[in-house]
């Protein structure tokens, strides 16, 4: 099935990449736009579990939404399956953490936020540059 899905993204990312050029003079053509496009490309193929919502190494199945802002700009916004699933709304950011709870932990001290990974509005082709704060 992996190979499957790297085969995917190679052929959306071809098929780009010849419609691009036949668009474009070779002056007229940028290569951020191609980075970005290949990035969006992956980042739209998920591939993992649909009845556990978790990928082949236990982690939750991403999916990216890319929101246009303005003419020249976008937002993404990454959302869990589970998030989707449980139509639990948009979040904003991906929580890269899990934890186990300790039945003899202190529970009077403040518990630690979970880190949290939200990304700036870019413009389209910037995409590939992975802005976050």
């Known amino acids: 099935m992996e190979d499957n899905v790297e085969m995917l993204v190679m052929n959306m990312n071809n098929t780009f990449r010849d419609v691009y ?3 474009f003079k070779p002056e007229e053509q940028n290569q951020k736009v191609l980075k970005s496009a290949q990035v969006t490309i992956s ?3 998920a591939q ?3 009845l556990t919502h978790k990928t082949a ?3 939750s199945i991403i999916f990216s939404e890319w929101k246009p802002i303005g003419k020249t700009k976008v937002q993404r916004t990454e959302y869990t399956f589970d998030s989707i699933v449980e139509d639990s709304g948009p979040t904003g950011t991906v929580q890269e953490h899990s934890e186990q709870l300790d039945l003899f932990a202190d529970f009077d001290t403040e518990p630690e ?3 949290t990974k939200k990304y700036i509005p870019v413009k389209w ?4 540059k992975h802005l976050t704060k």
């Open 125 to 128: 082709e910037d995409i590939y």
């Open 48 to 50: 993992g579990n649909a």
């Open 21 to 23: 050029f036949k668009i």
């Open 43 to 45: 980042a739209n193929m």
């Open 113 to 115: 936020e979970p880190k």
């Open 57 to 59: 190494t236990g982690n």
